[in-house]
């Protein structure tokens, strides 16, 4: 089995700052892609930003240039460092990631718990 653990989030002022963590731990060969998403109550789930293995980065046109995600590939770890956070960015924000288990079997989409993230403005 594997687990995704999201931690660091929390009720953060507007203009401050939030760095979020996902592990994943469990029977684990290899990660390929890993990223965060969020939701807000009746909307879908949007992508923030993923990041490659080799550590490729793409980003929401809402977030670019104050968020920054990064990987620890030793650690099986996703970040998510948010800066001159608004009162749009709160939502649950889920850690996504494409994990495989075997070296046979491709990867499959596992998610995170979330965890909730409020700006107060």
């Known amino acids: 089995q594997v687990q995704l653990v999201e931690s660091g989030g929390g009720l953060v002022q507007a203009g401050g700052s939030l760095r979020l963590s996902c592990a994943a731990s469990?029977?684990?060969?290899?990660?390929?892609?890993m990223a965060w998403y969020r939701q807000t109550p009746g909307n879908q789930r949007e992508l923030v930003a993923g990041?490659?293995?080799?550590?490729?980065?793409n980003y929401a046109d809402s977030v670019r240039g104050r968020f920054i995600i990064s990987r620890d590939n030793a650690k099986n770890t996703v970040y998510l460092q948010m800066n001159s956070l608004k009162s749009e960015d709160t939502a649950v924000y889920y850690c996504n990631a494409d994990i495989s288990q075997t070296w046979f079997d491709a990867p499959h989409d596992y998610w995170g718990q979330g965890t909730q993230v409020t700006v107060s403005s």
């Open positions: 990041i490659t293995r080799r550590g490729s980065a």
């Open positions: 469990g029977t684990i060969v290899s990660i390929d892609v």
